[in-house]
């Protein structure tokens, strides 16, 4: 890795689409020469490493922590630096099982003329941007989620409540989508769908797009919060 980029860096979760994540890895490898690239792996996958850049950093869990989990190390890592590697302004998060067919200065390009909270792809999370004040503001993912659904609902609701628009744009839709891999791999992993959908309206009062409360299971906010 040459001078490294701090404007942002990229963060993937996965745990059992090693077969699609090498691909893009390979070709990330290329396209971000000079940007981090972190990758938590839930499930003990192999990577021929050898194909990749030396800006890639893989994390391990064992169990499996889930999606929100995973988003918030890679958020910490991002934000916050490494040994070796420096702190970064915004962390760009990708699915595995999609490349995004974008390359460093592009991304760089779009963050710099875009006023950015947080920004993901048009439908989907399987691409979003999020800035270090937004997540430092909004605070991280819901580990209560897990292993997965209902997490992106619930920040881009908290997002709207604390007053920061969450924006969809094209630029982040990716050049290879293949939508849901790794359920279609292990329906096992969706297991806990209504078990999130009831936790996340008993947290909101209703369903996304639904909701009813102004915080977190209708509790009455703490005035020095307003400072009372």
């Known amino acids: 890795m040459n ?7 990229i963060g993937i979760p996965t745990i059992n689409r090693a077969d699609l994540l090498q691909e893009s890895l390979e070709k990330y490898s290329k396209d971000f020469p000079n940007t981090p690239i972190y990758v938590v792996d839930n499930g003990g996958q192999i990577f021929d490493v050898s194909k990749f850049g030396d800006n890639i950093h893989f994390f391990y869990n064992n169990p499996n922590v889930g999606v929100a989990t995973s988003w918030n190390q890679l958020c910490d890592a991002i934000f916050n630096g490494i040994p070796m ?12 099982d999609i490349y995004l067919g974008k390359n460093e200065d592009e991304v760089k390009k ?9 920004a993901s792809t048009t439908g989907t ?5 999020l800035n270090n004040y937004i997540y430092s503001k909004v605070g991280s993912f819901d580990n209560n989620i897990f292993p997965a659904y209902f997490e992106d609902n619930d920040y881009a609701y908290r997002l709207q409540l604390a007053g920061y628009p969450h924006t969809a744009h094209e630029f982040l839709n990716p050049e290879i989508y293949r939508n849901s891999q790794t359920i279609a791999k292990d329906s096992s992993l969706n297991a806990n769908f209504e078990k999130n959908k009831n936790y996340y ?9 639904k909701e009813t409360f102004l915080t977190p299971f209708n509790q009455i906010r703490n005035y020095k919060e307003f400072g009372i």
Request: net charge negative; proline share 2%; charged share 15%.
């Open 110 to 118: 779009f963050i710099i003329e875009n006023n950015i909270t947080l």
């Open 201 to 209: 309206i008993q947290k909101w009062g209703g369903e996304p797009y």
């Open 125 to 129: 999370w399987c691409a979003f941007l």
């Open 3 to 9: 001078k490294q980029n701090t404007m942002f860096a």
């Open 85 to 96: 590697v420096e702190k970064c302004q915004h962390a760009l998060i990708l699915n595995d």
